[in-house]
């Protein structure tokens, strides 16, 4: 029996039940093929019309399972488009149809599918956005291999590079997220049983993907991506210009830890800003900017402004700007961290050293060695033209 | 030539190179710092969760054109019934994704990115705070914003009426259906 973990549902204001032009997206994830992501889907499709909503089936992958197949009997499908590419007629969702019989709600598997050029849209998440901007909800089936931030890490653990991604972004603005939890020896019991794939393509798969060690692994990054998700949805409402905009930055946090971003006044910095505020989020963590200032040191017009911007830009994300006048960068950062309690430090892209700087041991690796136990992340710089420009 | 020669020469070389090597720095390019800098600065203001694709495609255009720095700015509204200096975790949660989708089209590129986050009692009011602080070149909106999200019709008036800036409004055209939203974000933000 497959377990459930759910990322709560963020709440809709008066205003938004009102005036709604979005609709919701479920998102049922699963570690891999066969853990019962479709079935969950159909599933709930089935609640929807016992409910009386109009529901209906815009794209169904069964893959010649008769459990599948099964459940959706009774549910309205609407049929596949055909799209010509090199004289071959493949079959696709079709989004036009969707859009025209505008159901409440409909069911699409495989959100991460490649559609066939010629189609409208390159992805399958592009023609669910679609949707859901025309007020469809839509609930979909996604494996956890198919995120883009994981797909290295994915392809490390497994050794297989899954080539259809879709971006973090689309998950994270799902309505909700489902997991759909089975041990990997009970997956695997339903591979060999003919539960997953079809026989003659079981041997191929417990030789390839279907490794216990493999399963555990993603159903390890599944479940974190999930505690992650529901860690991000506990701090934002969609609440708009209302109390809850303070609740949400009064809210308790889930883990004691403490972030301190290393800024300059320089455009690049807004991004690390961001990132680190964005990871500050997900830990549920406070965030410190701090610029140590070199003593004496006078600010460029450019500075001044990059500066008021980052201050501005720390006010409005809560977070505490610090600035500490000293020589010795490291020392600076090593005190801050002591007294502030920082357990994570991100840092931007040094600027090339001159002279005898060059000879000097990075920052990043000073920090280390003199701040055991604090974790430390350097962030990309991609704000400025000749980073850009780099192969 | 003796020794003692010898020995200053070499001295007075290693001197010579430590010294260059302290003020050049490496490849013998000038630092960032001091390279000619693009001087002209196109904001790019935006409140709601998407912008239009020709918007920043206009962006791109003038930025190639006259070397100048794109500045998308984030737009946030600061409820009455809270202080104008609070902070707005809700609204950036939406507003901080698309302003790096932006930034990361923008840098593909290679146009020069400098973002901005301004707060205000509305959209207008956050763009004139905007304005009093810093002087843009160009203004880049789309006519089709949703009031109801950011810069109305009365908004793009004002503009035209009281910012001292070349502002370029876009017309919203039939092809114009694509917009750039947090959800283009490449990779884990």
């Known amino acids: 029996m497959s377990e459930e973990i759910t990322a709560p549902a963020v709440p809709l204001t008066e205003s938004e039940s009102a005036d709604r032009r979005r609709g919701r997206l479920k998102v049922f994830l699963g570690m891999a093929a066969g853990v019962g992501k479709t079935f969950r889907m159909l599933l709930e499709g089935r609640i929807e019309l016992q409910a009386g909503h109009?529901?209906?089936?815009?794209?169904?992958?069964?893959?010649?399972?008769?459990?599948?197949?099964?459940?959706?009997?009774?549910?309205?499908?609407?049929?596949?488009?055909?799209?010509?590419?090199?004289?071959?007629?493949?079959?696709?969702?079709?989004?036009?149809?969707?859009?025209?019989?505008?159901?409440?709600?409909?069911?699409?598997?495989?959100?991460?599918?490649?559609?066939?050029?010629?189609?409208?849209?390159?992805?399958?998440?592009?023609?669910?956005?679609?949707?859901?901007?025309?007020?469809?909800?839509?609930?979909?089936?996604?494996?956890?291999?198919?995120?883009?931030?994981?797909?290295?890490?994915?392809?490390?653990?497994?050794?297989?590079?899954?080539?259809?991604?879709?971006?973090?972004?689309?998950?994270?603005?799902?309505?909700?997220?489902?997991?759909?939890?089975?041990?990997?020896?009970?997956?695997?019991?339903?591979?060999?049983?003919?539960?997953?794939?079809?026989?003659?393509?079981?041997?191929?798969?417990?030789?390839?993907?279907?490794?216990?060690?493999?399963?555990?692994?993603?159903?390890?990054?599944?479940?974190?991506?999930?505690?992650?998700?529901?860690?991000?949805?506990?701090?934002?409402?969609?609440?708009?210009?209302?109390?809850?905009?303070?609740?949400?930055?009064?809210?308790?946090?889930?883990?004691?830890?403490?972030?301190?971003?290393?800024?300059?006044?320089?455009?690049?910095?807004?991004?690390?800003?961001?990132?680190?505020?964005?990871?500050?989020?997900?830990?549920?963590?406070?965030?410190?900017?701090?610029?140590?200032?070199?003593?004496?040191?006078r600010l460029s017009e450019d500075e001044e402004r990059s500066l008021a911007a980052l201050r501005q830009l720390a006010s409005v994300l809560d977070a505490r700007m610090l600035e500490e006048e000293s020589d010795d960068v490291a020392a600076a950062i090593v005190d801050v961290v002591s007294r502030r309690g920082s357990t994570y430090i991100l840092v931007g892209r040094s600027r090339p050293a001159r002279g005898l700087g060059r000879l000097r041991v990075p920052l990043p690796q000073r920090l280390m060695e003199r701040l055991p136990g604090v974790d430390v992340r350097i962030v990309a710089d991609r704000s400025s033209r000749s980073s850009a420009e780099k192969p | 030539m003796s020794a003692a020669t010898v020995f200053i020469i070499a001295a007075a070389g290693v001197l010579v190179g430590i010294a260059a090597g302290y003020w050049l720095p490496p490849h013998g390019r000038l630092p960032s710092r001091d390279r000619p800098r693009p001087v002209r600065r196109i904001l790019l203001p935006f409140s709601g969760e998407a912008i239009s694709r020709r918007s920043l495609e206009a962006a791109v255009r003038l930025a190639k054109a006259e070397n100048a720095i794109v500045m998308p700015a984030f737009l946030a509204r600061v409820p009455m019934n809270l202080p104008l200096e609070t902070a707005l975790p809700v609204q950036c949660a939406r507003g901080m994704p698309l302003l790096e989708a932006i930034e990361q089209r923008l840098v593909a590129q290679g146009i020069s990115v400098d973002s901005r986050v301004g707060r205000g009692r509305s959209a207008r009011d956050a763009l004139r705070k905007l304005l009093d602080e810093e002087h843009f070149d160009r203004i880049i909106v789309s006519a089709d914003e949703d009031p109801k999200a950011g810069l109305g019709y009365d908004d793009l008036r004002w503009m035209l009426e009281r910012v001292p800036a070349e502002i370029l409004i876009l017309r919203t055209a039939p092809e114009d259906t694509r917009r750039i939203s947090a959800n283009t974000v490449s990779g884990h933000f």
Not at chain 1, 233 to 261: F, I
């Open chain 1, 54 to 297: 109009d529901v209906v089936i815009g794209l169904l992958e069964t893959h010649g399972r008769a459990e599948t197949a099964e459940l959706a009997e009774g549910l309205p499908i609407l049929p596949r488009m055909r799209v010509s590419y090199r004289q071959t007629v493949l079959e696709e969702m079709d989004l036009a149809a969707i859009l025209r019989r505008a159901p409440e709600v409909c069911l699409i598997d495989e959100l991460a599918h490649t559609n066939a050029p010629g189609t409208e849209h390159a992805k399958r998440y592009e023609d669910v956005e679609e949707i859901l901007a025309a007020g469809i909800d839509v609930v979909s089936t996604l494996n956890v291999q198919h995120l883009e931030s994981l797909n290295d890490h994915i392809t490390e653990l497994s050794g297989i590079r899954v080539r259809e991604t879709i971006p973090d972004a689309i998950l994270a603005r799902a309505d909700e997220v489902v997991l759909i939890d089975v041990t990997p020896e009970a997956l695997l019991e339903r591979l060999r049983a003919g539960k997953v794939y079809p026989a003659e393509r079981i041997d191929a798969a417990l030789n390839n993907f279907f490794k216990v060690e493999n399963l555990a692994a993603l159903r390890e990054v599944a479940l974190r991506q999930v505690a992650e998700e529901v860690g991000a949805k506990r701090l934002t409402t969609e609440l708009v210009g209302s109390r809850e905009e303070s609740l949400a930055a009064d809210a308790p946090q889930a883990v004691g830890e403490r972030l301190l971003a290393l800024v300059e006044p320089y455009s690049g910095a807004q991004r690390l800003v961001r990132r680190a505020w964005r990871s500050a989020q997900r830990l549920g963590a406070e965030l410190d900017l701090l610029w140590v200032r070199p003593p004496g040191r």
